[in-house]
């Protein structure tokens, strides 16, 4: 065990896919005996809380309002560097003299300039990426320019080494649509620009699920995997009452959302929600809504308030109780963890992933941007544990098909090899985080080299080795 001088600063970005799976790290670090304090901004600080690690703010420069608050991405952007970067020096001033002085900063890897704080500080500094091992591989090779998209899409598939075939709508949307989120893409390239001046780095994945993506790229990007970076709850059961993340940008639905599925027969109903920052189309909407009130499940969705005048009209005042909920936000994991859910209509998003995985949940996939086509494929055709949606010439999943995936992943033979494979990869998700596990090992290594720290900025010399 760590004694408490060791201690990590851990920096999100701060939306709810990137703050969850940082914060889950933070807690297993200390419940390792690693003091671990959050830095999150200010518009997110109150809507953290969890037990065993310190919350505290920094700013991005719109502390009233966040990002939403912002004129644009690429002005947010800059001004949480400019501001970032001088609050979290501050915070680490804060602590020096102290019984126990800041050891190390882990970013979210989106903020590489929190990098430079560290190096002024004289600390250690850990990348953490939030996408698979083998998006981050595909994204570095493109970073690199070792990987361009054609401008055809009916070319030959692609083939790198670790990484499974991959056809054009399986690739990344910030490589086949470069016009789109130009920011976001600018954003996501440059994480590889410093990463081997870190000290470690680390991926939410973990060795069975994702090792051979990582090997064949480990010269760019020399990552530790440390996943599933889940509640423990739900894996090893060894960080005492961690049954949820503990930070909630959204009010979750939960009472009524649980008494509901109390009610349901075990497997019979249809969990759909798309993400945190799910902007669909209303024609999307609207044949996923029709798919929903017409397949012979009961369903669970969830529509954000701010989506759900995109809802078809009257569509909520036909809904009958038993049928359907339409919820504006919920505890995934209680849900997916609930025995009534038989799958998870998904925009594939990782941190979703992830949870489906170790939950044991069959999938179908409705992939919409950024890493999800390749989650996807993945979850199709490299795992089995889910089908996947097809979109039309026009963009858009159309009823009949949502309806025929639901019924492949919850009737039939097809459903029964799904649901071996999802209990397969559960098995090794716990497995991966449990004591002895290939990622519990990764992380005692980390928390062992903390330890032993004496000052020195770089000892693990960009490569996570001591």
């Known amino acids: 065990m760590a004694n408490q001088r060791a201690h990590v600063v851990v920096v999100p970005y701060p939306s709810q896919g990137h703050i969850n799976p940082l914060l889950q790290f933070a807690k297993r670090l200390s419940s390792k005996g690693v003091k671990a304090t959050l830095a999150t901004t200010h518009y997110t600080v109150d809507t953290i809380h969890t037990q065993g690690v310190t919350i505290e703010p920094i700013s991005d420069g719109f502390d009233q309002g966040g990002f939403s608050h912002a004129p644009n991405a690429d002005i947010y952007l800059e001004n949480f560097k400019t501001h970032g970067t001088k609050t979290l020096s501050d915070l680490i001033k804060k602590h020096k003299g102290t019984s126990s002085p800041v050891t190390c900063v882990i ?7 929190a990098l430079d704080v560290a190096r002024e500080h004289g600390l250690v500094g850990a990348s953490f990426f939030t996408n698979s091992a083998t998006v981050c591989s595909i994204f570095c ?18 083939s790198f080494p670790g990484l499974p075939v991959l056809e054009y709508e399986d690739l990344p949307n910030f490589l086949t649509s470069a016009e789109v989120y130009p920011a976001y893409r600018k954003m996501v390239f440059n994480q590889f620009s410093n990463v081997r001046e870190a000290d470690w780095v680390f991926g939410n994945s973990f060795e069975q699920l994702d090792g051979e993506a990582l090997k064949a790229i480990s010269s760019l ?14 894996l090893d059961g060894r960080i005492k009452c961690d049954k949820s993340y503990g930070a909630h940008l959204w009010t979750p639905i939960g009472i009524k959302c ?25 024609n999307q909407m609207e044949e996923v809504a029709s798919a ?13 308030e701010s989506e759900q005048p995109k809802l078809p009209d009257k569509f909520l005042q036909s809904i009958d109780d038993d049928k359907g909920l339409v919820i504006t936000w919920c505890s995934q994991l209680e849900v997916l963890a609930h025995q009534a859910v038989g799958c998870f209509v998904t925009h594939c998003g990782w941190n979703s992933t992830l949870e489906a995985l170790s939950l044991g949940v069959p999938l179908v996939a409705v992939p919409q941007w950024t890493d999800q086509p390749t989650n996807a494929k993945q979850v199709r055709d490299i795992w089995g544990v889910g089908v996947r949606a097809k979109m039309d010439e026009e963009g858009i999943v159309r009823r009949e098909d949502i309806k025929h995936c639901i019924s492949e992943v919850m009737e039939g033979k097809k459903a029964e090899e799904i649901k071996k494979n999802t209990i397969k990869w559960k098995k090794l998700a716990k497995d991966a985080i449990d004591e002895g596990g290939s990622s519990d090992k990764n992380i005692e290594g980390f928390v062992g080299m903390l330890m032993k720290w004496k000052g020195e900025p770089t000892l693990c010399n960009g490569h996570g080795q001591t």
Request: net charge positive; hydrophobic share 40%.
């Open 107 to 113: 970013y979210d890897s989106f903020l590489i300039w």
């Open 141 to 158: 090779r493109a970073s690199h320019g070792h990987f361009e998209v054609p401008l055809d899409p009916k070319q030959r598939p692609f």
């Open 221 to 234: 990007w020399p990552a530790k995997l440390i996943g599933p970076m889940v509640p423990s709850f739900y």
């Open 258 to 282: 649980m008494d509901w599925l109390d009610q349901k027969p075990g497997g019979s109903v249809v969990y759909a929600s798309f993400g945190s920052m799910a902007h669909m189309p209303p």
């Open 292 to 304: 929903l009130k017409e397949c012979n499940k009961h369903f669970i969705w969830v529509v954000k």
